[in-house]
């Protein structure tokens, strides 16, 4: 991406100015880190004082990089990493039930067995997020002109569904990657350009929502449920305006997190039920999307 000069500017860009620092003869005054500008200078910008700073530069490049390439509108859809495709979740469960099998008295290979199940037997969600992202990179453009684009934590399982769903139906495809202990790529479906890395979560969850038309929770665990109660809650406090929230798999859901129990003990108001609802298909789910948005 090139860094644009406005036209009239009398003043050198900043790209400018760095090349022309880069060309000042060799002399131990010039070899001085501290003679290096300062928004050239990686170890300045990286010290413990400058993190205001940087958590303004997170927030900023994806904005800029996002405008540049027409974002208008986004759906955020978020799952599990370890949902894969149903070919692999299958490939996986043999595996588990084989090792069990040869040691049925390991208490632990039965345990992954069981989970390997329960994995297979939710695959069909990863098939779910890819239709849906599909739907979405191939709906005409509404409200206006804008078009929306599928946006995902970057990551494999669902997130690597709806980036491929929408990779293959020719839409943009955008990933918000974050930098953690563990090695952590993007998948191969996001939109190039649209591939994201950040090291602040509250910034990185910022952009989730800041061109949010929806958002729609297929099964995860501690990271989808951060993301939506985290949406739930700006909804209910009037932080955000609301947009529709869509839990795909209405069985899983409500063994995972007993809503109605929270309106039993006080703790949330019945209205607060109606911030969400449930699918079971892509298909319902883009329906509920649009008929919120009266599209």
Not at 126 to 133: G, V
Not at 222 to 250: A, N, R, Y
Request: aromatic share 8%; with cysteine; glycine share 8%.
């Amino acid at each position: 991406m090139e860094m644009q000069k406005n036209t009239g500017d009398v003043f050198p860009s900043a790209m400018e100015d760095d090349s022309a620092a880069r060309r000042t003869p060799d002399s131990p005054q010039t070899r001085s880190s501290s003679f290096r500008l300062a928004y050239a200078d990686t170890e300045f910008l990286l010290r413990d004082e400058l993190r205001a700073v940087r958590l303004q530069l997170e927030l900023l490049k994806p904005e800029l990089v996002q405008q540049e390439y027409g974002i208008q509108g986004t759906v955020v859809i978020f799952g599990s990493t370890r949902i894969p495709d149903p070919a692999a979740a299958a490939a996986r469960l043999t595996q588990a039930e084989a090792k069990a099998r040869q040691s049925p008295a390991d208490a632990g290979l039965a345990r992954e067995a069981a989970i390997a199940r329960r994995i297979a037997a939710k695959s069909h969600y990863y098939e779910a997020a890819r239709e849906l992202a599909a739907l979405i990179a191939t709906a005409p453009g509404k409200p206006g002109p804008e078009r929306l684009a599928v946006i995902t934590g970057g990551g494999p399982g669902i997130m690597e569904a709806a980036n491929r769903g929408a990779f293959e139906a020719g839409g943009k495809s955008i990933g918000l990657n974050i930098v953690l202990p563990h090695e952590q790529m993007p998948n191969a479906y996001i939109t190039p350009e649209l591939s994201f890395q950040f090291h602040y979560f509250a910034i990185r969850k910022m952009h989730f929502l800041l061109r949010a038309r929806a958002l729609v929770a297929c099964p995860g665990g501690f990271g989808t449920l951060d993301e939506l109660f985290e949406t739930l809650t700006l909804i209910q406090t009037g932080k955000v305006k609301p947009v529709p929230v869509v839990l795909l798999g209405q069985e899983y859901w409500e063994r995972i997190v007993n809503f109605d129990a929270l309106v039993e003990e006080g703790t949330i108001a019945a209205g607060d039920l109606e911030l969400f609802r449930y699918a079971e298909t892509a298909g319902e789910a883009w329906d509920a999307i649009r008929a919120f948005h009266g599209w």
